[in-house]
């Protein structure tokens, strides 16, 4: 198993965050693990994406030239990223923000309403979970068990408030 994710948005959208849990998840399962994170200089509203990689073998090189599946939590994203998507990779969309579908047929689209759905259970800033469960859901590459049990170690201490949230957008698009 090889599996190589790009997730794409804004600044503020828990982009890097995702990675991380799912990268932390994979690490505490025994796979192999790289996270390459990219951001712009501005905190809120800038680009950020990020790179994981998922494998049961030693992992060579972090970078990525096509991938297996795409997150996009903007329009910019998928306008930008939707290329770097292997034919027959799937592609997910927060179809709260982005109107548009694929311009490929040659791939899978899953449009994911991860802001509304967040909103639904009370905090929007919890649509990055929304999307990462639902992603995991479709490519099931790892458990969501694990990315459950990882949440109590991303939202600790200060963010503890946050994980009864989390833990319940991570379940909201699974079907």
Do not use: H
Request: aromatic content about 6%; overall charge negative; proline content about 5%.
């Amino acid at each position: 198993m090889n599996t190589k994710l790009f997730f794409a948005g804004s600044g503020g959208q828990g982009i890097l965050l995702m990675g991380q849990i799912l990268a932390t998840a994979a690490m505490r399962e025994g796979l192999e693990v790289t996270f390459l994170p990219s951001y712009g200089p501005e905190m809120r509203g800038g680009t950020a994406n990020c790179t994981v990689i998922v494998s049961d073998s030693p992992i060579s090189c972090p970078l990525i030239y096509e991938a297996d599946a795409v997150a996009a939590m903007n329009l910019p994203s998928l306008t930008k990223f939707e290329a770097l998507l292997k034919p027959q990779g799937k592609l997910f969309t927060n179809s709260s923000l982005v109107s548009i579908s694929a311009s490929r047929a040659d791939i899978e689209e899953y449009k994911i309403p991860a802001n509304e759905t967040a909103i639904s259970l009370g905090d929007e800033r919890a649509a990055n979970t929304v999307m990462l469960g639902a992603i995991v859901a479709r490519t099931g590459f790892i458990s969501m068990d694990a990315i459950m049990n990882t949440l109590d170690y991303a939202f600790s201490g200060a963010r503890a408030k946050l994980l009864p949230l989390n833990q319940k957008a991570l379940l909201a698009c699974v079907n």
